[in-house]
């Protein structure tokens, strides 16, 4: 329910949007670029522990160290950076990813594999803690704020569709570290990009510290934060090792992977769209929504996955959740806690990435000693506490109306 008198963003001449959607797409594409680099090993992760001669479990941790170290940058860095122009951050940041992918491509040891996952764990947190905050400022005039976290927000969509489903596509025919290096060279793009389409973005007062907790002091931001935690470690729990299901328990060849991989991403793009629109209504309703259709996944994966018609109808429903996901985790945060995003959002992004690598450590420790299945059916139990926090600890909320302002 709206309400003419709610809070909105300030309208102080600091906190001017100097955006556009030139900007904003910018942005949007280095999410694009980011989230291929973070989420590749999804669909290479047979390939890299067959390369490497190591388990599938243990190859999981190129995913959980940059979870790690990304959960350490998101809420320091931005303290570290106090009051410089977030322009130049997007932009080393972005240089940064290139540098580690390329590392990445070329590592011949385990051992250097991970340290070019832990540089990317560095652009990882920071690019996320600073992007998704401006949002609203990168955004084009009176652009719902709904909507440009949602354009910000596709660039994730239309990585998994795109990014992971290609990369596992290219390693099955040239090898693994050739996804990496193909990545590097979008970076580059992205680069440019950047460096031509990024207004100056002053922040408004520098970040220390004690500012961080901003979102944890709002009781509306503390429940939405549970909620996104519970929902987050089922998704990232089970996701990680969804090549791995495919190929051990299903037993479906790589290209077939690579399809499953490649409807994912396209489901998600309509998940993206659908938490724009919905979440700018009632973000609480959108998220109980989404934690339904988890459920439907989680439930039904072991039992009608293994089939291909099965896989192709749940992992569908998988991606169109994953695709509202992140989106109304942001939309819940811009809407009941306006103030405190630009502050709050740093440790809110390293919360998102140690949900990351929690879940892929849990994941594999899960996926090493028992089986995927068994992985997939406990997750469950985050999702059903998921639900009775949305309608307990959250009851009653309704979205106030945000825009973005000149």
Known sequence: MENSHSPEIP?????????????????????????TSEFLPVGVLNSVATDLNISVGTAGLIITLPGVMAAFAAPLLPIYVKQLDRRYVLILLTAIMVIANTITAFAE??????????????????????????SGKLAPAHLPIAKAT?????????????GVPIGT??????????????????????LLLQIVFLPKLIPESAIHLRDLPALLRIPKARSGMLIVLLIGLAHFCAYSYLAPFFKNIAGFDGTTISSLLLLYGIAGIFG???????????????????????????????????????????????????????TSANIWMFVHAPNAVEKGMPLFVGMFQ??????????????????????????????????ISIFTLAKGLNNPKMTCEN
């Not at 949602?150 to 795109?162: E, P, Q, R």
């Not at 596509?169 to 992205?190: C, K, M």
């Open 354 to 387: 140690v949900m990351i690598a929690v879940g892929s450590l849990l994941g594999g420790y899960v996926v090493d000693h028992f089986n995927e299945n068994i992985l997939i059916y406990g997750v469950i139990s985050f999702v059903a506490l998921a639900l």
């Open 150 to 162: 949602a354009v910000v927000m596709a660039g994730v969509t239309f990585a998994t569709v795109l």
């Open 272 to 326: 993206n769209a659908f938490a724009g629109y919905s979440g700018n209504l009632n973000v609480r309703y959108t998220l109980a929504f989404v934690s339904v259709c988890f459920a439907v996944v989680f439930f039904g994966f072991p039992i009608f996955a293994i089939h291909e018609f099965g896989a192709i109808v749940l992992t569908a429903l998988w991606g169109f959740a994953f695709g509202a996901f992140p």
């Open 169 to 190: 596509w290219l390693s099955e025919f040239y090898g693994w570290r050739s996804a990496f290096g193909i990545t590097a060279a979008i970076g580059l793009i992205v």
């Open 109 to 134: 040891s385990f051992n250097v594999l991970l340290l070019s996952r832990l540089v990317l764990g560095i652009a990882i947190g920071g690019f996320w803690a600073t992007a998704i905050a401006l």
């Open 11 to 35: 309208t102080t001449e600091s906190s001017k949007t100097q955006g556009s959607w030139y900007a904003i797409l910018a942005v949007a594409i280095g999410a694009f670029a980011l989230v």
